[in-house]
């Protein structure tokens, strides 16, 4: 466990003035609300800032207090819970939710004094519940703090999956399943990248309006530290960006968000000039902006979403990036194709999926119940079943998910194959990891450095 700078070296977190919000009181609204009505804390913290005004210092150090939380909470329990003499589900939800914060600060942010946590923590609870319940935070919290300066803090008891579980904090069922698919050094190695704090934003250079030298040195004139990709060209990997919106190369096009893995996606199923492309689940626009570049923005591109409101999205990014050549349209990916069967050189089904290789960007994932996904492949299946009508003889259907679990990729696979007798994997060449054996990979964040993301590339039998 090592502790994270929350300010540059030398400088102290101030209390904000009264009538402001703080960056503690800040976080807390956001871990009620993800506990109360599971809204993603990171929203409510937007919301919050942009409303509140909330200073970019206050609001980073609510950003990192929130994040950290759902990264430790089952550990920031444990430490709570040893030196409590009430169990954790007598105590008030809120009066938790503020020891959480306040544990985390004393475990993790090496910036922020134990004293400030603890007295912070004390000044919610008199707020937020009652003078009984601040004395009682303030036992608790001096007891952590105490401890981990005499560095005497109880170890995690259990096995390796059960310990593991606590101290990264996510459930021990998808312990369970990461360690069968990855062994117990792999999945320590997962688990820690899932909680890393510093992860970089990776973003795509539109190369049909500007190159990558151009875009850093925009960024760094705009304060973003921004670097090369070490092994996919044309990709960034952007820190301090902030809202990335206020950049003048976001606004004119010049680069667009988007995971490493995305790419990779659409560099496996091989988009050239002049196709007729698909993308069946395509908000926000990721993949078609890629498949755009990727064939110099020739061709056609037919965008399918559900939701009419986010085909709007892809609509703006398009017109940003300068890509004429993609279409969207209100389409459930899952019904008959209907006018567009056997139109696509290449389409791409990104379909729905339970997203748990991603969660080092979005840690409140890891706490989805687990009978939530059990439905989800048989969504997948009939998304790609009706994807698959789209091909032209010749042409490529490319599967994904943003997910690492064999129930909602290769098993999926293996049912539309046995049922699909004219589609057959092929072979793929990714950059950086060479060539892909039997058309699928599953990409981790421990071992390639992007989402844990899974890729099929399948190919339909000519006519």
């Known amino acids: 466990m090592t502790r994270q700078n929350a300010d540059k070296p030398g400088q102290r977190h101030k209390t904000p003035s009264a009538g402001q919000l703080s960056a503690r009181e800040t976080a807390l609204r956001a871990l009620t609300a993800y506990r109360r009505d599971g809204v993603r804390p990171d929203k409510t913290l937007h919301s919050l ?7 970019r210092r206050e609001a980073a150090l609510a950003l990192q207090i929130a994040g950290g939380v759902m990264q430790n909470m089952a550990l920031c329990d444990f430490y709570t819970a040893h030196y409590s003499s009430t169990g954790l589900r007598k105590i008030e939800p809120r009066v938790l939710d503020i020891l959480r914060l306040s544990v985390y600060q004393i475990l993790f942010l090496d910036r922020v004094p134990d004293s400030a946590a603890v007295n912070e923590g004390v000044i919610l609870a008199r707020r937020y519940s009652n003078p ?18 005499n560095n005497s803090l109880p170890e995690v008891p259990g096995d390796g999956i059960r310990r593991m579980a606590v101290e990264y904090s996510h459930p021990e069922w998808l312990v369970h399943e990461l360690n069968a698919l990855l062994g117990g050094n792999g999945v320590r190695e997962l688990l820690q ?31 973003v530290r921004a670097s090369r990709h070490e092994w996919l060209s044309d990709c960034i ?15 004119n096009g010049s680069f667009y968000i988007q995971d490493a893995a995305s790419r990779l996606a659409v560099i496996a199923a091989g988009p050239q000039p002049n196709d007729v492309v698909i993308d069946g689940c395509a908000a926000p626009g990721g993949k078609a902006f890629t498949a755009a570049v990727a064939m110099k923005n020739t061709g056609q591109i037919t965008c399918f979403d559900i939701n009419g409101s986010k085909l709007r999205l892809i609509a703006d990014g398009a017109g940003r990036l300068g890509i004429k050549t993609i279409y969207a ?51 997948q299946k009939e998304i790609l079943e009706s994807l698959s009508a789209c091909v032209k003889p010749g042409g490529t259907l490319l599967y994904s998910t943003c997910t690492i679990f064999q129930n909602e990729n290769e098993n999926v696979i293996k049912w539309f194959l046995k049922r699909n007798g004219e589609f057959s994997t092929e072979d793929f060449v990714l950059p950086g990891i060479g060539r892909v054996q039997g058309g699928m990979i599953t990409l981790w964040p421990h071992i390639h450095g992007t989402d844990g993301f899974f890729i099929c590339k399948m190919k339909r039998k000519p006519g």
Do not use: M, W
């Open 49 to 55: 800032i942009i409303k509140h005004c909330i200073a």
């Open 237 to 251: 990997e952007l820190r301090g960006t902030g809202n990335a919106e206020r950049l003048e190369a976001f606004r």
């Open 132 to 149: 009984r319940a601040a004395g009682f935070v303030n036992a608790i919290l001096r007891k952590v703090a105490d401890a981990r300066a």
């Open 329 to 379: 349209v209100e389409k459930d990916a899952g019904s008959p194709a209907g006018d567009f069967e056997g139109k696509a050189d290449v389409v791409i089904a990104d379909v729905p999926c339970s997203g748990f290789g991603v969660i080092r960007k979005k840690p409140e994932i890891r706490y989805k119940p687990q009978n939530e996904i059990a439905a989800l492949p048989d969504t």
């Open 193 to 223: 990248k899932h909680n890393e704090t510093d992860i970089p934003v990776a973003a795509q250079v539109n190369t049909l309006l500007t190159d990558t030298g151009s875009v850093i040195r925009s960024l760094e004139s705009d304060g």
